[in-house]
C-alpha cells in the first residue's frame, strides 16, 4: 500500500512507507497527556505554524526528496516528531504529516526525506532553495531515548519509515542495530545511517542486503536486541509487535494514520488501545498527540 | 465600529464560531488562538455516555475540502463537565456545548446535565451527523421527527437551544419550519453533506465507513443557498457555516441571513484561521464603513 495518494502522505510519512498522510490529526495536550518533554533543560515550546524557507532540495531515489528546511522549530525537535507541511494549492486542504528525518547540529534547520505521493508532495518537490515553505511543528511525542539506556537496541525502518531513524540513531545512546528495509536497490538514507551503527539492510527484489524484509535481516544475520524502535509500514510493524511479544521486550512503533488537524482536535488518526486513554475515555489514542510512538503492546494493530 | 450579535438574548462579542467537531473543546487550537477573541467556542458533539467512534480511516481529503466520518467519538457529559467546561471557563468566550445522542433520552440526559452548569450560554443538538447508524441524523431528515425531538429538548433544557440541521434534505426549508415549530431559539447550518471517496489504486473506499461527511470551501455556495432559505423561512436566528476560510466568507453568509457564522474544515488547513476571521470582518466593516454588523444581516438584495 505504498503511497498512491497524497492523502495517504498523511499518514504515511509520518512513519512507514505506506503513504504519507495525515490529515492531520490532533493538538496540545502537552499539558494534558503527553509525557513531559525536555531538551537540555528548556520545556519544550508550544507548537507553531510558520513560513520556514527551502534550503536545499534534491531526489534522493525515484520519487524520494531529501529537503532541508530552515526552521527554528528544530530547536525543539524530538526523533520521532513530525511535520505537517502544507501545500499552497488551495484545492488540497489538509496538512501533510511528515516525520523528521535529521536535526542539523546548529538546531537551526530541519531535513525531511519523503515519498511523492499525490498532489501535495508533488507540489512540494517542486520547491527550490530560497523558496517559502509553510510548515507546523513540532508534533507528536517521539520516541523515548531514556529506554534504551543499557540496552542492546534494534532501530528499524521500512520504506518511507526509514528517515526519522536517523535522527533517532544519532540520539540514541548504546549498541544500535540499524535494521532498514526498501524495495530495491534505491537504499537512500544508507550512508548516513552507517555513521551512527551497523547498518542492515533488506530489499524486496534482493537487489541489496537480505532478499526479503527486516525480519529476514534480522533472522540472516543472526541479530539479537533488548528492545526496540521502528517505523515501517503496518505489515512491518505487526511482525515486529509479534516479534518483541515472543521475546519478551519492547518494541516503540511509529504509527500513521490519515489525519485531518495534525493537533488532537478532530479525532481522525486515532489507534486501538489496550487501555481507555485519559484524554479520550475510550480505547482510542491519537496518533498525532499520544503518538505516533506508542509501545507495541498497548495497541492494536 | 460594533461587531456584536444576539441570539436569543445572548450577546456575542462578535459573530465567530468554531464548529463543533473540528476545534475539540478549545484546548488543541488554544495554542495557536486566542480564546478570548472569538464569539463563542461550540464543543464537540457529546453523548450521556463515551462513544467510541468509526473505524480508521476516518478521514479523506477531496478537492477543495474533506469528507470525514469520525462517528461522533465523546468522552461523554461527566469529562465534558469536569475537564473541557472549566478548562473554556478560563476564556471570555460564550461556550456552547454540542449534543449527541442515540435516542430522545438520551439527548434529555445530557441537556439537563448541562442545565447545572451556568457557563454553558447554549446547547446547540446535533440531529444531523451523517456517520452514525442510529438516532442523530435519523431525528434530522424528518420534519415531524425534529419537531418531535425539539420540543422534548426545550421542555428539559434551561439554556436556549440551536438545532443543528443536516443538508441532506430535500427541502431545507421543512426542516428549518418543523425546528422553529418545535420551539427552537435558532439555528445552524449546515452540517456536512454525505459523500464518498473510491481510491482508485487499491479499488476500496477511502473511509472505513464508506460514506463521510463532506465539509471545506467547495460546499460553500451550497451553504449559503441554505442559510438564505432558511432565513427567508424562519424568524429565528441562523448560525452559519459551510468552508468559511476568510472574513469575506462569513461576510457572505451574514448578507445571507446569518447572525453568526461557524468555522470548520478550515481550522485543519489554517489553525489561525478563526483569528483571522475576526480581523477579515473588522476590515470589511471598516472598508464600508458599516456601524453594526447586525445591519448586515440578510442585507443582500437582488
Keep these: ?86 501545500p499552497r494549492d488551495k484545492s488540497t486542504l489538509l496538512p501533510r504529516p511528515i516525520s523528521i528525518c535529521e536535526v542539523r547540529e546548529d538546531r537551526k534547520a530541519l531535513r525531511i526525506v519523503y515519498r511523492v505521493a499525490g ?14 515553505i509553510d510548515i507546523m511543528g513540532t508534533l507528536g511525542n517521539g520516541f523515548p531515548l531514556e529506554e534504551a539506556a543499557g540496552r542492546k537496541a534494534f532501530l528499524m525502518g521500512g520504506g518511507i519509515g526509514v528517515p526519522p531513524v536517523l535522527q533517532l540513531a544519532k540520539e540514541l545512546d548504546g549498541e544500535k542495530q540499524i535494521v532498514v528495509g526498501y ?20 530489499t524486496e527484489d534482493g537487489s541489496a542486503g537480505t532478499k526479503g ?64 486513554d485519559s484524554h479520550s475515555h475510550v480505547n482510542n489514542a491519537r496518533i498525532c498527540t499520544e503518538g505516533p510512538v506508542f509501545e507495541a503492546g498497548e495497541v492494536e494493530i | 465600529m460594533n461587531t456584536q450579535t444576539t441570539i436569543a438574548g445572548i450577546t456575542f462579542k462578535n459573530p465567530v464560531m468554531t464548529a463543533s467537531g473540528t476545534f475539540g473543546s478549545g484546548m488543541e487550537y488554544s495554542e495557536f488562538v486566542d480564546l478570548n477573541q472569538l464569539g463563542a467556542v461550540v464543543t464537540k458533539g457529546v453523548a450521556n455516555v463515551p462513544w467510541p467512534g468509526n473505524p480508521t480511516p476516518r478521514v479523506a481529503e477531496v478537492y477543495g475540502g474533506m469528507l470525514n466520518a469520525i462517528g461522533l467519538q465523546n468522552p461523554g457529559i461527566d469529562v465534558l463537565m469536569e475537564r473541557d467546561i472549566p478548562f473554556l471557563k478560563q476564556f471570555d468566550t460564550k461556550i456552547i456545548v454540542n449534543v449527541c445522542g442515540k435516542t430522545v433520552e438520551d439527548y434529555v440526559e445530557v441537556v439537563e446535565r448541562l442545565g447545572e452548569e451556568p457557563a454553558v450560554a447554549m446547547l446547540e443538538i446535533n440531529v444531523s451527523c451523517p456517520n452514525v447508524k442510529e438516532g442523530a441524523i435519523a431525528f434530522g431528515q424528518k420534519a415531524d421527527a425534529l419537531f418531535h425531538i425539539t420540543e ?24 428549518a419550519r418543523a425546528a422553529e415549530a418545535g420551539g427552537a431559539d435558532a439555528l445552524s447550518m449546515i452540517n ?65 441571513g446569518a447572525s453568526a457564522v461557524s468555522i470548520g474544515a478550515m481550522n485543519f488547513a489554517n489553525p489561525y484561521t478563526t483569528a483571522e476571521v475576526v480581523r477579515g470582518i473588522e476590515e470589511y466593516m471598516e472598508r464600508y464603513h458599516v456601524e453594526n454588523l447586525t445591519d448586515l444581516i440578510g442585507a443582500a438584495t437582488a
Excluded at chain 1, 524495495?183 to 533488506?202: C, Q, W
Excluded at chain 1, 490519515?258 to 479525532?267: I, Y
Design chain 1, 119 to 132: 498532489r501535495g508532495t508533488g507540489e512540494f518537490s517542486q520547491y527550490r532553495a530560497g523558496d517559502a
Design chain 1, 213 to 276: 524484509n527486516v525480519m529476514d535481516a534480522i533472522a540472516e544475520n543472526g541479530l539479537e536486541a533488548d528492545i526496540i524502535y521502528a517505523c515501517g509500514p503496518m505489515p512491518m510493524l505487526r511482525a515486529i509487535k509479534a516479534y518483541a511479544a515472543e521475546h519478551h521486550i519492547k518494541a516503540y512503533i511509529s504509527l500513521e494514520e490519515h489525519m485531518a488537524c495534525g493537533v488532537g482536535a478532530c479525532l481522525g488518526c486515532v489507534v486501538k488501545t489496550r487501555e481507555t
Design chain 2, 152 to 175: 422534548e429538548i426545550k421542555k428539559r433544557a434551561r439554556q436556549p437551544v440551536i438545532m443543528k440541521l443536516s443538508p441532506n434534505v430535500t427541502d431545507i426549508t421543512e426542516m
Design chain 1, 1 to 86: 500500500m505504498k503511497n498512491h495518494t497524497d492523502v495517504l502522505i498523511f499518514h504515511t510519512q509520518i512513519c512507514a512507507g505506506a503513504s504519507q498522510i495525515c490529515l492531520m490529526a490532533d493538538a496540545n495536550l502537552i499539558f494534558a497527556s503527553a509525557p513531559s518533554r525536555k531538551r537540555s533543560g528548556m520545556e519544550i515550546r508550544m507548537k507553531q505554524k510558520q513560513k520556514a524557507v527551502v534550503l536545499s532540495q534534491r531526489e534522493a531515489a525515484p520519487q524520494i526528496y531529501d529537503m532541508w528546511i530552515g526552521t527554528d522549530l528544530a530547536a525543539q525537535a524530538m526523533p520521532g516528531q513530525f511535520l505537517c507541511i502544507y
Design chain 1, 183 to 202: 524495495r530495491d536497490g534505491h537504499t537512500f538514507l544508507r550512508e548516513d545511517l552507517e555513521k551512527y551503527g551497523s547498518v542492515y539492510i533488506a
Design chain 2, 192 to 256: 456536512t453533506i454525505t459523500g464518498m471517496k473510491i481510491d482508485i489504486h487499491r479499488r476500496k473506499f477511502a473511509l472505513a465507513n464508506k460514506t463521510g461527511g463532506m465539509s471545506g470551501p467547495a460546499i460553500k455556495p451550497v451553504a449559503v443557498r441554505m442559510v438564505y432559505q432558511a432565513a427567508q423561512t424562519v424568524k429565528i436566528p441562523i448560525i452559519g457555516m459551510g468552508g468559511i476560510a476568510s472574513g469575506e466568507d462569513a461576510i457572505e453568509f451574514i448578507l445571507a
